[in-house]
């Protein structure tokens, strides 16, 4: 009787193991045949060559720490925007599919002196203004100048003041620092557009997932974490620094795929584990009227699948007044019949763009505060 559970409990570790193996050998040979995005400074050339290697890059002097090991042949560098990696006043970004050699998207961003993409013809002298807020669907990753939500917006209003502040990998926990830390760039009357997408939860509280490769842990662990704390969210320093556990988790789930990407374990909070979030969104709130009483923060829940559960944010935002705009569930797909998500990409194109920057138009004429 002993033996044959013995046999048994053998033969469940044993295969646990082999789906296991097999599991991260799928994704192994996935991430083989995906390459993600290189953002590069314009003082830099690109190689001609599309299989960039780790010391491709090395060689053109970009900071060792913001490279990711080499993986299957294919170079992985994290493709946020940080004052600390990004020289002078612009940023070209180039993605491509490893398997085949072709740029999925190919773009030079302009930035301003914080490091934020610039508007084009932005009114400076404006009325009224409109900050975005964001990550780097807001940024416009993978597109041009004139073809971000905000430019789109500033073409529709020229009279408007239109600004944006948004990096990529960004979640509601940066957008909190930034309001803190630079209050005197924020003390005009504007209207605050945060762009909300799923993500943020786990950028904001560092959930496990968010740990896909050693760049972007490097990058994600050293960004702003928030403790509640006397019924108020205070600043703790970065995340590694209050989360020693997670440097450890950071070297090791980069080489089990499988791992990182079972949302069972990993991904994102249950519905009943949005509370926090909206908190940390109320305080945003809060901040932006402590700079200006006029100000306004509006909440946008992406549509699409990048928000599954945004009516369930939406509605606790709302309970704790917090104003939402919520286009979960907007069909784009009816109003357009080009593509609204970039091929082989996740990041929205100029197409969806342009009606979010329409639909904000109408909502902001049609609620006037």
């Known amino acids: 009787m002993f033996r044959k559970v013995a046999q048994n409990a053998l033969l469940s570790i044993v295969s646990f193991l082999l789906t296991f193996i097999v599991m991260n050998l799928a994704w192994y040979l996935y991430d083989r045949a995906f390459q993600s995005a290189v953002f590069i400074s314009t003082d830099y050339k690109l190689p001609s060559k599309t299989n960039l290697k780790k010391a491709d890059l ?135 557009i945060y762009q909300f997408i799923d993500d943020h939860l786990r950028r904001t509280f560092f959930q496990p997932a968010t740990l896909y490769n050693s760049a972007a842990s490097h990058l994600l662990l050293s960004q ?52 926090q979030f909206e908190s940390l969104v109320k305080k945003i709130q809060l901040q932006i009227l402590n700079l200006n009483p006029q100000n306004r923060l509006i909440v946008v829940i992406y549509p699409y699948s990048a928000n599954r559960l945004g009516p369930v944010i939406a509605q606790g935002l709302k309970a704790q007044g917090v104003e939402v705009l919520d286009l979960s569930g907007v069909d784009f797909e009816a109003a357009t019949a080009n593509r609204l998500f970039i091929p082989n990409d996740v990041h929205p194109t100029k197409y969806t763009n342009f009606l979010l920057a329409e639909m904000y138009q109408t909502y902001l004429q049609q609620n006037q505060k």
């Open 224 to 275: 702003p974490y928030y403790a509640f704390e006397n019924n108020d969210w205070i600043y703790k320093g970065s995340f590694q620094d209050a989360k020693p556990l997670y440097l450890v988790l950071s070297k090791i789930l980069p080489y089990f795929p499988a791992l990182q990407r079972m949302q069972g374990l990993w991904g994102n909070p249950a519905a009943d584990g949005t509370k």
């Open 58 to 192: 090395n060689s053109l002097g970009l900071p060792e720490t913001y490279l990711d090991s080499e993986n299957s042949g294919s170079l992985k560098l994290f493709y946020g925007l940080d004052e600390n990696t990004v020289q002078g006043d612009s940023v070209r970004s180039v993605k491509y599919q490893a398997s085949t050699g072709q740029a999925i998207y190919d773009f030079t961003a302009t930035l301003d002196a914080h490091k934020f993409r610039v508007v084009p013809n932005q009114n400076k002298q404006g009325d009224p203004k409109i900050t975005f807020l964001g990550c780097s669907y807001t940024f416009g990753t993978g597109i041009g100048h004139d073809e971000t939500v905000g430019a789109y917006l500033q073409k529709l209003q020229p009279g408007a003041d239109v600004k944006m502040v948004a990096k990529a990998g960004w979640g509601a926990n940066d957008i909190l620092f930034e309001l803190e830390k630079n209050r005197t760039n924020y003390s005009e009357k504007s209207v605050y």
